[in-house]
């Protein structure tokens, strides 16, 4: 059965599962190489004025806009590693499309990254936000590994690695240029960028900004007494004040988890991978019983802040299901997440979940494809595909 077939049979809540994770793997692969890199190249993608659009409708039109820099730099991660699966599709032409648009229009005089332009190429906001070179330092890396022979890209890194510095905060860390400055988010993703250019071996810095990260998150993100990762911070790093440091997100905890048991597998540091258990724990706590998702945010009591569930939460449980769950949880997450991609037209999602187990009516954001296919690639690799 096709894609566009078993959507019309089986979608949304009406699924009743995967028997097990080989079904599960074959599911996503299918889905993968057949509806959704297809479309978000042949729709997605904007070949009259470059780039990717920001979103397309549920029926799979493009909705234009304003362009971000963290959707450009995450569909070249995403056709980048279509090229790892081994898509027969045009990935590289796809994802040189995005990174050639990407350096044009966002990459500024200092080699940081702006956050905005608009649809005629025009800057619309010149900031250049930390979670954004994050997402240029991920998309280089990963493109770099599937096509080495344009030798820009160590380079155009480097340069997002040299701003970096400017970025820098007097108490440690970073500060984001946004209204919660003082976050752990945006240091999560420098920490996945810096991992995924470490994986060259071109530069030792790489490996000493990842372990910067690291220590930062195991002495000041992760709540020592109760083993969880908070959001937002004061200027001297110390916990938020009232409801902003009382937030999680249990989608949070699992993206961290997977992150720190990776460096600390690779570093052979257990106290990094016993933190890590702990947040995959803390982030199961966020799980709803009855919907089988991941909700959005809790308190630090672990009470429900907010019940909605989006989309990414689901693909970080994955990740971090594959890493320390056991087969059963681990299809669980699988069947969670495909409830947001069996759609009538194959290969678009959607993103929010509410508590009545309905989805919000609107366009697919191609941001969450990055996430998608993040989780794919683990799925894969356990399932041995």
């Known amino acids: 059965m096709t894609i566009r077939a078993e959507a019309k049979v089986q979608s949304g809540l009406e699924f009743q599962g995967f028997a097990d994770l080989?079904?599960?793997?074959?599911?996503?692969?299918?889905?993968?190489?057949?509806?959704?890199?297809?479309?978000?190249?042949?729709?997605?993608?904007?070949?009259?004025?470059?780039?990717?659009?920001?979103?397309?409708?549920?029926?799979?039109?493009?909705?234009?806009?304003?362009?971000?820099?963290?959707?450009?730099?995450?569909?070249?991660?995403?056709?980048?590693?279509?090229?790892?699966?081994?898509?027969?599709?045009?990935?590289?032409?796809?994802?040189?499309?995005?990174?050639?648009?990407?350096?044009?229009?966002?990459?500024?005089?200092?080699?940081?990254?702006?956050?905005?332009?608009?649809?005629?190429?025009?800057?619309?906001?010149?900031?250049?936000?930390?979670?954004?070179?994050?997402?240029?330092?991920?998309?280089?890396?990963?493109?770099?590994?599937?096509?080495?022979?344009?030798?820009?890209?160590?380079?155009?890194?480097?340069?997002?690695?040299?701003?970096?510095?400017?970025?820098?905060?007097?108490?440690?860390?970073?500060?984001?240029?946004?209204?919660?400055?003082?976050?752990?988010?945006?240091?999560?993703?420098?920490?996945?960028?810096?991992?995924?250019?470490?994986?060259?071996?071109?530069?030792?810095?790489?490996?000493?900004?990842?372990?910067?990260?690291?220590?930062?998150?195991?002495?000041?993100?992760?709540?020592?007494?109760?083993?969880?990762?908070?959001?937002?911070?004061?200027?001297?790093w110390t916990v938020a004040s009232g409801d902003d440091g009382r937030l999680l997100e249990p989608g949070h905890q699992f993206e961290w988890a997977w992150l720190l048991e990776r460096w600390g597998r690779l570093r052979g540091r257990e106290d990094a991978v016993t933190a890590a258990r702990g947040l995959y724990a803390a982030g199961r706590r966020g799980i709803d019983p009855e919907r089988g998702v991941v909700i959005n945010e809790l308190w630090d009591d672990f009470s429900v802040r907010e019940a909605t569930a989006r989309l990414w939460p689901q693909t970080e449980r994955l990740k971090a299901?594959?890493?320390?769950?056991?087969?059963?949880?681990?299809i669980a997450a699988a069947a969670g997440l495909r409830l947001y991609l069996a759609m009538p037209m194959p290969g678009v999602w959607r993103d929010k979940l509410r508590a009545d187990r309905t989805f919000i009516d609107e366009p697919a954001p191609a941001t969450s494809f990055y996430h998608i296919l993040c989780a794919c690639t683990e799925l894969f690799r356990l399932a041995g595909r």
């Not at 980048?80 to 044009?104: C, L, Q, Y």
């Not at 976050?183 to 990842?210: K, P, S, V």
């Not at 299901?321 to 681990?330: I, K, M, Y």
């Open 321 to 330: 299901e594959l890493v320390f769950g056991g087969e059963a949880d681990q």
């Open 22 to 236: 080989a079904q599960a793997a074959e599911w996503y692969d299918r889905w993968a190489r057949t509806a959704a890199m297809p479309l978000w190249w042949k729709q997605g993608g904007d070949l009259e004025r470059g780039g990717f659009h920001e979103a397309l409708s549920v029926e799979g039109v493009p909705r234009p806009g304003a362009r971000r820099a963290r959707v450009q730099s995450r569909q070249v991660y995403c056709y980048a590693t279509a090229g790892a699966m081994n898509w027969d599709g045009p990935w590289r032409e796809a994802a040189w499309h995005g990174m050639t648009f990407f350096i044009e229009r966002f990459r500024r005089e200092d080699g940081l990254f702006r956050t905005l332009v608009g649809l005629d190429g025009a800057v619309l906001d010149d900031t250049a936000m930390l979670y954004d070179q994050a997402f240029a330092l991920l998309a280089t890396a990963t493109l770099h590994k599937m096509d080495a022979g344009d030798g820009r890209l160590p380079e155009v890194a480097l340069g997002v690695l040299a701003g970096l510095d400017t970025m820098r905060h007097p108490a440690g860390g970073f500060r984001e240029n946004v209204a919660y400055p003082f976050q752990a988010n945006a240091h999560m993703h420098i920490l996945e960028g810096a991992l995924a250019w470490a994986e060259h071996g071109l530069d030792t810095r790489w490996d000493a900004l990842a372990d910067e990260i690291v220590e930062m998150a195991l002495r000041v993100f992760i709540d020592h007494e109760g083993g969880f990762l908070r959001e937002f911070f004061n200027a001297d």
